[in-house]
């Protein structure tokens, strides 16, 4: 059905006929994800929800990071303050569960640090690296 628009134009009839419905144009973003056409298929990303993530965590200006975990702690580990309360941290991880929409790549360093109640310096650590690989791919127009 995909580029045929007499298949389109009658489905879309067809729904239109058990719902109330407006034609509002091609989309350029839903649910805060932005949608850009490309010549034969479709970009989708999530940058300015990335750079909220980012704000939100208080590392708008961090260190990016190529890869979005961690193997093992820094040898001096200075918490950021704002991750480390484990309200925000658990805030943090579900913003984060949103982006793997677009971002499948984070998906299972993601999975590691869900329903945490009490982030040990391991699962902040590894939250501040996900702030940071977002913030690698901020810079690269990568999100």
């Known amino acids: 059905m995909g580029d045929n628009p007499d298949a389109i134009q009658k489905l879309l009839d067809q729904l239109n006929v058990k719902f109330s419905m407006k034609h ?12 850009k056409k490309q010549m034969s298929h479709y970009f989708l990303s999530q940058a ?17 990071l190529s890869k979005p975990t961690t193997t093992k702690l820094p ?7 704002v991750i480390f309360d484990p309200v925000t941290y658990r805030k943090l991880t579900d913003a984060l569960q949103y982006l793997t929409l677009t971002r499948p790549n984070i998906a299972f360093s993601m999975r590691i640090g869900q ?26 127009n990568n999100i």
């Open 24 to 35: 509002l144009g091609e989309a350029n973003a839903f649910l805060g994800i932005h949608i």
């Open 115 to 140: 329903a945490i109640p009490f982030p040990e310096n391991l699962h902040l650590a590894n939250a501040s690296s996900w702030a940071q690989y977002l913030s690698h791919g901020q810079s690269r």
């Open 48 to 64: 300015h929800y990335a750079a909220s993530i980012l704000q939100q965590a208080n590392m708008l200006n961090c260190n990016p």
């Open 75 to 81: 040898s001096v580990f200075s918490p950021n303050a």
